[in-house]
């Protein structure tokens, strides 16, 4: 049985800094690409970043890029998302998924390439 276990999350400033991780079991991890998404208040779930396999790919939403930075770790079967110069806009509630797909590239940042979700971890910055 698969399961994704996001944390990390909270309630922070904006200008705040905040690292969510994301830990998967029941499957080889390091053979999977992985991706963060998120889904605001009242908005539809959005990609957020995504890493290959072994981490040397990476691609994120350009709301996002320059202040987010995704990492893993393949022995810790660990997903990180450190994130930086938050925002009000940032806030949601966040997941990380489990990458279904034979190819990867920019355009795996689409919710449908995903499979195995978390239950998400909430987010929230004030202004």
């Known amino acids: 049985q698969v399961q994704v276990v996001e944390s990390g999350g909270g309630l922070v400033q904006a200008g705040d800094s905040l690292r969510l991780s994301c830990v998967v079991s029941g499957l080889s991890f390091g053979t999977y690409a992985m991706g963060w998404f998120r889904q605001p208040p009242g908005k539809d779930r959005e990609g957020v970043s995504c890493?290959?396999?072994?981490?040397?790919?990476?691609y994120y939403s350009p709301s996002v890029e320059g202040r987010f930075t995704i990492t893993r770790d393949n022995a810790k079967s660990t997903l990180f998302l450190q994130m930086n110069s938050l925002k009000p806009e940032d806030t949601g509630v966040y997941y990380c998924?489990?990458?279904?797909?034979?190819?990867?590239?920019?355009?795996?940042?689409?919710?449908?390439?995903?499979?195995?979700w978390g239950q998400g971890t909430q987010v929230t910055v004030s202004s």
């Open positions: 998924a489990v990458h279904q797909r034979i190819s990867f590239g920019s355009s795996s940042l689409k919710s449908r390439n995903y499979d195995y």
């Open positions: 890493i290959s396999v072994s981490g040397d790919i990476t």
